[in-house]
Every structure is written in C-alpha cells, then in structure tokens.
C-alpha cells in the first residue's frame, strides 16, 4: 500500500469519526471549478514596470495553451476569464471558442477593457463627457456580444472610476452616471447571462473610488435586476475588513455573484491566494459551504499575475491553495459548530473551526486526484511535463502583447 494511501485511510477514518461523510466531501472537490485569467498567463510587474518573462504568453492562443496545461493537471479549471481589448482582435471569436475546445477548456467571465484608452483620464462610466459615457456602454454591449457567441454567461465589470483631488467631481452626478450606463448594459443581457460587478477600494483614483466597497456595488446591482450581482476581490478592501461577513451577507441577499482570488498585505498585492492569510480564505470557504444552494452560481475565479514566479507554476500553486482551504471547510463539522453557537460555548465553536483548519488535508486531496485519473502532485507533474522549457525555447523574451503590460 503506498504511503498517500496510507495516510488517506488515516484521515478518512478520522474524519468519518468526526461524523464528516467523507466521500460527499470528495465528490464536492472533483465538482470544484476554478477559472483561471488569460492575464494571468503574460507578462505583468508592477505600477513602475512591466517585466518580461521567457515564455510569457502574448496570444490568446498562447493564454488559452497555459491555462489548458493548468487545467491538465489540477482537473479543476476547465474556463478562461478573458479580457476583450487585451484577447479578442475584431472577428477572430469563433476561431479562439474553436481552438479553446481543441484544448478542453473554454471562455470564462468576460471582461471588457475600460480603463486603458486616452478617453479614460476622467473615468469611464462616470466621466463627465457623455461621448466617453457612451463609448464604454458600447464596448460593453460589445462584450456581451462576445460573451454570447463564446457560450460565456459572466460579464465581469470593474471600473478604474474615480477622482484623485477633493472638489473633482460630483459625487452624486457621477452615483447617476453609473447607474444609467449600467442600466443600459443590463438592460442587453441575455437571460442567463449575469453581470458582476466589482469594487475597489482605491487606485488608481485616491482621492475617490467610485464603486469603493461591496455596499456600493449592492446597491448598483438592486437598480439593475437580479442578473446583477457583486463580485468580490479579496485585495479590493481596506486591511482588516472582514471578508468572510460581507460574503456570507450577500450570500443570504443571493448577491453574490464571484470571487477574484488573490491575497495582500498592503493593498491590492495580486499576491498567492492564501499565502498571507490562509484562515481567511478557510473562513469565506466556511461560509459558502454553510450557505449550500445560496452558493450554487458563485463563480470562482483567480485574479493574480506574477512578475516573479514562473507563471503557470504560480498559477498551480495557487489552485492548490485554494483546493486545500474548500477541503478544510468541508472538514468542518457544521452541526457541532451551530449547537456550540446555540449554547454559547464561544470556545467550542471556534475550536470546531480550527481543529477543521490545522486538519492536513493534503491526502484527502491526493485522493481525489488519483480517483479524477490527476497525478497527486499537479506542480511536479508540471514539472516533470517539460512544458515550461518548451514554453521558454519556443516563445522566449518578447515584447509584451496584452495582459497588464
Ligand atoms: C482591478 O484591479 C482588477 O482586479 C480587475 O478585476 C481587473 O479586471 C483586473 O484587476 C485586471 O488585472
Ligand atoms: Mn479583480
């Protein structure tokens, strides 16, 4: 018997005696579905420079190859969020949907581009030229276009909207702009497809944001309709906000429409999920698990580019992390955690969540990952795939086509 084994059989009784329905929790885990970004896949750095990669991806094509690879080995990631400017050039949707199936994953969330033409100084949806207003409600429609012939059902809006001196701007004006172009896109929205819509807390305005908190985009989303839901990015709130209460309320207000996955110390860091503070992300995961049907549409997504780490390892990795932190919530004994809750045994509640949180869960995963035909370890099996030598001799240093750069 090998040691993964071993160590599984271990685990699954020790939980089963926690009264966890051990193969419930691994049918949820091979149903997880996390989708990776095609910026994700190019070259990126930071407010003062783009750095190149060897073998960073410039086209879609190349983005789709990447995320096709992350999806071979995680058996988790099979969709692509796409930024429209940055991957989709005029006519050429069919083909991409095309090559995409060639490579078994699909299109994802689509994100129109609103923050990168000259036009944009002065805000997008806010700008106070009704021509530029009228501009980016036309590349929204745009989008939605794309969206239904790629077979995507996510319009995933952010605005870089906002002022960076006192006096600026009308605040309220602004609030009506906003509304009114979003009305308008919603207003073109299939059914079935949702619009997300996105806060930040600041930048690149910082003076103001216009949509700064979840409050804000709740409220946007209500003007609209129930297609209109709020995502959630973990590096778009102010430090020590807690996360895990705003996605259980709009949870319970069937608002919550997705997450962009990443983590910070700072402020909007794109750092690996779960490397500076893995409880949170165990919390919000605790959350969606206690919230059962409510969580059914919430789409998972990551929101990372790494100047640093090699890309797609950084990718799988942080795939990994995200398993780890759904398994340790599905851990969780949720009968227990309610009944210490009723009784106001404050310790016992909050011991039935960490014991679920330092449970190593890492066999539970190597399990479902034999049992999905995966090798255990999706990052050595890259490795050992030599697809990023090839990736590095083939494409080698370029000038950057798209992504953040
Ligand atoms: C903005 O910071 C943001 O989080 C939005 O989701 C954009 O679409 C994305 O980053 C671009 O990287
Ligand atoms: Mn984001």
Same mark, same amino acid.
């Given at each position: 018997m090998s040691h993964c084994q071993q160590a599984y059989d271990l685990l699954a009784a020790q939980l089963t005696d926690r009264g966890v329905d051990v193969e419930a929790v691994k049918a949820k885990l091979k149903a997880q579905h996390i989708e990776t970004p095609s910026w994700g896949y190019a070259d990126s750095g930071t407010r003062f420079k783009t750095f190149k990669q060897a073998? #960073? #991806?410039?086209?879609i094509e190349e983005k789709l190859a990447d995320a096709a690879m992350v999806h071979k080995v995680t058996g988790v990631c099979p969709t692509v969020a796409v930024h429209v400017l940055w991957d989709f050039k005029g006519d050429n949707i069919s083909d991409v949907c095309a090559y995409a199936d060639s490579l078994g994953v699909k299109i994802g969330a689509i994100n129109p581009t609103l923050f990168q033409e000259d036009c944009y100084l002065g805000g997008? =949806?806010?700008?106070? %030229?009704p021509k530029v207003r009228r501009h980016v409600v036309q590349h929204m429609l745009d989008s939605i276009e794309i969206g239904k012939q790629a077979g995507s059902d996510l319009l995933s809006l952010w605005f870089a909207d906002g002022t960076n001196?006192?006096?600026?701007?009308d605040f309220r004006a602004r609030k009506h702009w906003a509304t009114e172009c979003l009305q308008e896109v919603y207003a073109a929205l299939p059914p079935g497809m949702r619009m997300l819509v996105e806060y930040k807390l600041f930048e690149p305005g910082f003076y103001h944001? %216009? =949509? #700064? %908190?979840w409050g804000m985009a709740y409220v946007l989303c209500q003007h609209c309709g129930p297609q209109a839901e709020v995502l959630v990015d973990?590096?778009?709130?102010?430090?020590?906000?807690n996360i895990e209460h705003i996605v259980s309320f709009l949870l319970d207000e069937g608002r919550l429409g997705g997450f962009h996955f990443n983590d910070a110390r700072y402020a909007d860091d794109d750092l690996t999920t779960g490397s500076v503070n893995p409880y949170q992300v165990f919390l919000i995961y605790c959350e969606l698990v206690k919230a059962g049907e409510l969580a059914r549409n919430v789409a998972y997504m990551i929101d990372q580019s790494h100047g640093e780490k090699p890309k797609l390892e950084a990718m799988i990795q942080t795939v990994m992390s995200i398993q780890t932190a759904y398994a340790k919530a599905l851990c969780v004994d949720y009968q227990r955690l309610a009944e210490a809750q009723a009784s106001g045994n404050i310790v016992d509640a909050e011991n039935t969540l960490i014991r679920a949180f330092n449970t190593d869960v890492e066999p539970l995963l190597c399990q479902v990952r034999v049992e999905m035909g995966l090798d255990p370890d999706p990052l050595a099996a890259y490795r050992a795939s030599g697809y990023q030598a090839r990736i590095e001799a083939e494409r080698g240093i370029r000038e950057s086509g798209g992504g953040l750069g």
């Open positions: 073998g #960073a #991806a410039i086209t997008s =949806i806010t700008n106070v %030229d001196y006192p006096g600026q701007g944001t %216009d =949509i #700064a %908190d973990l590096g778009h709130h102010a430090r020590g906000v």
